[in-house]
């Protein structure tokens, strides 16, 4: 098992993914039915100066507290999520993408 991140590596996971000042950290809930939504996000400026790493964070810490939040998809928790469901993830967007039924 991976080690768990704490909120601000994971923050900076997100801002060694990128050179642009903002962007969208995406993550995972379940919702009241019990129905996974994978591709959840947030819109954050991605620096790492000191009032905008504090600022963004917190932010997180937010969205972390609601309930049904399960990981943000940058984790480990988030990774292997996605690598042990990318089939039914690549079939579910083809057949998005397709209009098929």
């Not at 939504?37 to 790492?48: E, R």
């Not at 000191?50 to 600022?55: A, L, Q």
């Amino acid at each position: 098992m991976k080690k768990k991140l704490t909120t601000r590596e994971i923050y900076f996971k997100n801002v060694i993914n990128t050179d642009l000042p903002y962007g969208l950290v995406f993550y995972v809930y379940k919702d009241r039915n019990n129905i996974i939504h994978p591709y959840n996000s947030i819109p954050l400026s991605l620096s790492t100066k000191e009032s905008i790493v504090i600022e963004s964070i917190e932010r997180m810490e937010e969205v972390e507290k609601n309930n049904g939040f399960m990981f943000w998809s940058l984790s480990p928790e988030g990774e292997e999520f996605f690598e042990t469901n990318k089939k039914e993830f690549s079939n579910l967007l083809s057949k998005i993408v397709l209009n098929q039924k």
